[in-house]
């Protein structure tokens, strides 16, 4: 079996000029997009700084162990990753600009991009989910809002790549990354859609049926690769694209997720026929228990759970699984104490979804369960 580490040992003596730029080099770029870079990449397109340099002071900074705690959700060998493609004739002399990362609980946001480039090419990523209670909060409020705050960051980001950069631009990210940078390319103007040579997502939360009618969209669609395993939960919330590639994982649910158990074959993904029936299932019943309920059951239902997990008091799911027993007892203990006006907004979003999994399971409705 053969990952992204296999691929920088088959191709990563081929500079750009030899070998052209792939969805394998997209999604490794996004992939170390997760990693912690501010001071270190700088913060505006004015400046750059060599992959190669990057990566030797990643590794020799203060706070290594603080920009490398990635969560249970992005894998640790990631760091691993930048040193092989800092290491490499490929990636070593590209060059990285425009570091940008915000985080704000008030409006509820968590953000990052940056831009990689080579030749009259910029590559822009778009960071997924960290392991933040407030980055998974924005992920659920996609459900509630037609924008949020990552929405506009997106945006602005490539607006302002487009007035300093005289390049062409491809966009790419993994999981919320990845729903990113399609968002961000249907909406960023006509003049930066000029300039887009591809748009890359990879397992990225999808978005409503009449997205993908809108004028925007289809002026970009031909430039979109979709890539899904074939396990995929995240990449199955909302509708996706018309048009995807599925792709073969040596991990089970919910690992299929980490692009590093994704299969590789050449310049290509090892293809898989069609999605497990797990996650089709998990693909219907949860669309149609978030278009089952209003907008207002939605939001309530996703304050009040993150109103019992915030009561954990912690800040990420890293230190909430590290700290497993402090953790739950806080938060039984807040939801054990909720008003009945709360408890009412769960008990009713769970009792839809009740409804939408009986549709699909048979069995369940002939129990009556």
Known sequence: MSDLFDYLEWRGDL?????????????????????????????????????SDLAQKFKSSSDFAFRTRLGPGVNARTPELLEKMAASPRFKNITVTAYEEKFNKDVVEQFA???????????????GTDSSLIGWKEDCNIACLDEIPSHLDGVSYCQKALLKLKTD?????????????????????????????????????????????????????????NVYPSGSLVGMIFHQPRHYEIVK????????????????????????????????????????????MSVEQKSGFVNSVFEVLEASGFDST???????????????????????????????????????????IPILKIMNM
């Open 113 to 127: 991009a940056m831009t990689f480039i080579f030749g009259k090419t910029s590559v822009i990523t778009f960071r």
């Open 15 to 51: 500079t750009f000029e030899q070998s052209a730029f792939c969805k394998i080099d997209a999604l490794l770029l996004a992939q170390i997009s997760y990693l912690k870079f501010h001071e270190i990449v700088p913060p505006d397109f004015d400046n750059q700084i060599e992959l």
């Open 169 to 225: 631009f491809i966009l790419t990210g993994h999981s919320k990354g990845g729903h990113l940078a399609i968002y961000t390319a249907v909406n960023s103007g006509e003049n930066f859609q000029k300039k887009i040579k591809a748009v890359y997502n990879f397992d990225g939360p999808g978005f409503s049926q009449n997205f993908y009618d809108k004028k925007d969209f289809l002026s970009i669609q031909d430039c979109l690769t």
């Open 249 to 292: 994982s040596t991990s089970r649910n919910p690992g299929q997720h980490d692009p590093v158990t994704w299969q590789i074959s050449g310049t290509n993904f090892v293809s898989k026929k069609e999605f497990a029936k797990e996650s089709i299932f998990f693909n219907t019943s949860l669309n149609k228990w978030i278009e089952t």
């Open 318 to 360: 890293t230190d909430i699984s590290e700290n497993i027993v402090t953790a739950s007892a806080n938060m039984i203990k807040k939801f054990t104490a909720l008003d009945k006006e709360t408890k009412d907004k769960i008990n009713s979003a769970l009792k839809v979804l009740r409804q939408c999994v009986k549709t699909e």
